[in-house]
């Protein structure tokens, strides 16, 4: 599947005119309707049935959700760019399913056509590979939301209290585990915390703040401890270098 | 009036279409400036095709581990509501079910539980949305920002911030597992076993040599740590 043709560098002056300055222009205005676009469906559940929830549950709610996501409105642009580029991002931050879906896409498109990540041609070509997945994963969830909207009503009482009492706590707990083999220091610290505000009775609005933010502090200074135990054993590495040799 | 009654509504449809509009018509736009340029730099038909294979055979796996995972929702919400969060906006179903879950707690209620009312229905619309615009902003308005940025947060440790999303995840997820292990019963058990179920398929992957296994860890492990909950709490637990 690799390009039968090499493909010739483009010049800096080129790409900054023909591709990243309407990118920027093309991606500032999409994603700023897309944050209109995402008013609607609140706008339009007050406008047609007159339901709007109470301010209290919205402030509770919102303090809770942004808890979990704020940290990763920063890194995630952060972590994604240098792989995305410019349009990539843009794409990726608007559509979602990043590591599993648009990156991979755009690693391939990259090998198919020989180009390198990093490069103007590297870019472009995964420009085009993230755009298709796009494409089929808007398409398939349309088809998958009507087609299981349909299939579920064929479940068995039995089958519909499964997915309505234990589906969700599984999700939790599979989640959860996939991530503790990620960070397995980081995990006991998060139980903890957890498990001691739930006994203690917190209400979640205090109970989820402490679990994330004290996973985070705990996290740090597992990570500081740790690096600081690489340098320490470079360090005496190099001592021991430096009595064999008797220099540096 | 019900919130089931309106959950599926035309109106939710057609809120997922305009996000799907916005989405295709920027990686179209965005796709068609990149394929001017590689055209006049040797780009041929041929490589297109090749291009647009590769991408559509990676996006096979995923895809449908998103369908799979995506029933969740759908059962939690409705088919509308998975469309309107999973067609563009954020995409991960993982993302919105916590998300939802928090915007219920906020209401005082559970997510799919018997308390869940219309005021619960409509704080999770409110804060599924607007949580959300983050992500948009914050690609929308710092891109073209977000090479020197990186150097500022992280301090130039790369290590620290893959670490330290690793802590957040792990917190917000820990507390709502803790949250049903606390319950006991069948909740205590399709939490134990979704977390072993997917520590273990994710590590089979890696014994068996056989990558794309990861892929499909997590569902196997939701619908696994289900089946297995409902099992023991039909037993009596």
């Given amino acids: ?248 | 009036m019900d919130w089931k009654q309106i959950a599926n509504a035309p109106w939710i449809w057609i809120c997922g279409a305009v996000l799907a509009v916005i989405a295709l018509y920027q990686c179209t736009a965005f796709s068609i400036l990149a394929v001017k340029i590689l055209k006049r730099h040797g780009l041929q038909k041929n490589d297109v095709l090749g291009i647009l294979r590769g991408a559509a055979i990676t996006s096979i796996g995923p895809v449908m581990v998103e369908l799979f995972v995506m029933v969740a929702l759908v059962v939690a919400l409705s088919p509308g509501i998975a469309w309107q969060r999973e067609g563009a906006a954020v995409g991960s179903v993982i993302t919105e079910l916590i998300q939802a879950t928090n915007a219920a707690a906020g209401a005082g209620q559970e997510l799919g539980g018997q308390n869940f009312d219309m005021n619960g229905f409509a704080n999770v619309i409110f804060v599924m949305n607007v949580s959300c615009i983050g992500w948009m902003t914050a690609a929308g308005f710092f891109t073209r920002y977000l090479g020197k940025a990186r150097q500022k947060v992280a301090g130039g440790d790369s290590l620290w911030l893959a670490a330290l999303s690793v802590c957040a995840t792990l917190g917000i997820f820990g507390y709502w597992a803790s949250t049903n292990l606390a319950k006991g019963g069948g909740a205590m058990v399709a939490v134990v076993a979704g977390g072993i179920l997917a520590a273990f398929f994710f590590k089979l992957a890696d014994w068996a040599g056989k990558p794309r296994l990861k892929e499909w860890a997590l569902g196997l492990a939701m619908f696994g740590g289900m089946f297995l909950g409902k099992l023991y709490a039909g037993w009596g637990g």
């Fill in chain 1, 1 to 248: 599947m690799q390009a039968h043709h090499k493909l010739q560098a483009i010049c800096p002056r080129e790409y900054a005119e023909e591709f990243s300055r309407p990118v920027h222009k093309i991606g500032m205005i999409t994603c700023g309707l897309a944050v209109l676009a995402n008013l609607l469906p609140p706008a339009w559940l007050y406008l047609q049935y007159g339901v709007l929830p109470p301010s209290a549950a919205i402030a509770k709610g919102m303090g809770l959700a942004l808890t979990y996501a704020v940290p990763f409105f920063i890194i995630e642009p952060i972590i994604y760019y240098p792989i995305l580029g410019d349009a990539g991002t843009y794409m990726s931050f608007l559509t979602g399913n990043i590591s599993n879906m648009r990156l991979p896409c755009a690693a391939v498109a990259q090998t198919v056509a020989g180009v390198k990540e990093g490069t103007r041609e590297g870019e472009l070509i995964a420009t085009v590979g993230i755009a298709l997945s796009i494409w089929l994963s808007i398409f398939a969830v349309l088809v998958g939301a009507l087609a299981t909207g349909w299939f579920v009503q064929f479940f068995s009482p039995w089958l519909q209290d499964a997915f309505k009492s234990y589906l969700l706590p599984a999700t939790w707990g599979a989640v959860f585990g996939l991530f503790a083999l990620r960070g397995l220091r980081y995990a006991p610290a998060a139980l903890v915390l957890a498990l001691s505000a739930i006994l203690l009775k917190w209400p979640p609005s205090i109970a989820i703040p402490i679990t994330v933010f004290g996973t985070i502090i705990f996290g740090r200074v597992i990570y500081n401890c740790s690096a600081g135990n690489a340098r320490d054993t470079d360090r005496q590495g190099n001592a021991s270098n430096l009595d064999k040799n008797g220099r540096e």
